[in-house]
């Protein structure tokens, strides 16, 4: 069994857990009301960062705060884990206390990459045009925005990094994989905008006293989709590279194990 923190070193990850729900919390509304609301119906950049909030940051936050303590879905008992990665269950068993330990034991790949999928497909019809001008015309729209993006984003993020009581399912491989396809997929959608000669949505109505140019918003926009995206997954890509690498089994030998098993048992973990 893993050594308990000191009280000093538990108190202050438990402070940092508080500031970042609390930081989720307080994003989620600062984008759902004016000013911000208003400008995203003027600038393609506040719409882009409403979306990059919603689908990343805001998810990271409330995963990484553990956001079910808050919310009273796990034991307020200190959870540890066994050298072998299981939990040690405390006495009173919550929902995501339960949750987690039926997570354990089980291949979380298959998972995490269906978890992809939504992301990826979340990413091109929220970033789509209509689906754009339609949040141009009726800002309440961000509102369902917001919970489809933060849901999902929560259950990726889930496979990405540890949240007491949950524990990353996926093979570090997987996560590394995982993160920059999400990355890259934000990146993709920024370049695009980029190039394009005309803007994509036509909801936005240009007026002479408006900060910036056409231009000048899309590339605001994308130099700000690249940065958060790159804020929020480098991270994840490099501390599990790192740590794949520091494992002590050979790291050439686990990809070829975990590759064999895939194919034997199929990509999503089925037979």
């Not at 298959?110 to 045009?129: E, K, N």
């Not at 491989?173 to 370049?191: D, L, N």
């Amino acid at each position: 069994m893993n050594s308990p923190e000191s009280p000093l070193t538990s108190s202050g990850r438990a402070r940092r857990r508080n500031i970042q729900v609390v930081g989720g919390a307080a994003l989620w509304v600062v984008a759902l009301v004016p000013p911000v609301l208003s400008w995203t119906t003027q600038y393609e950049f506040a719409q882009a960062v409403q979306f990059c909030l919603f689908a990343v940051v805001v998810p990271y936050l409330f995963v990484a705060g553990g956001l079910w303590r808050w919310l009273g879905l796990t034991s307020n008992e200190p959870l540890e884990f066994n050298d072998d990665g299981s939990l040690v269950a405390p006495r009173h068993l919550r929902a995501a206390d339960r949750w987690a330990r039926s997570k354990l034991g089980k291949d979380g790949h298959g998972r995490a990459v269906s978890l992809l999928i939504l992301f990826v497909a979340q990413c091109i019809l929220w970033r789509s045009a209509p689906v754009v001008d339609a949040l141009i015309r009726h800002p309440w729209l961000s509102s369902v925005e917001s919970l489809a993006l933060i849901g999902g984003g929560v259950f990726l993020w889930l496979e990405l990094v540890d949240s007491a009581p949950f524990r990353a399912g996926a093979p570090r491989p997987y996560r590394i994989g995982v993160a920059a396809v999400a990355m890259w997929t934000v990146w993709v959608i920024a370049y695009l905008m980029a190039m394009a000669q005309n803007t994509w949505y036509r909801g936005f109505v240009r007026v002479d006293h408006q900060l910036l140019s056409r231009v000048a918003d899309q590339q605001v926009t994308t130099g700000l989709m690249w940065f958060i995206a790159a804020a929020a997954f480098l991270p994840v890509v490099f501390v599990n590279l790192y740590r794949w690498l520091q494992s002590e089994e050979d790291p050439d030998e686990e990809l070829y194990h975990l590759v064999r098993k895939d194919r034997t048992r199929g990509f999503f973990g089925t037979n």
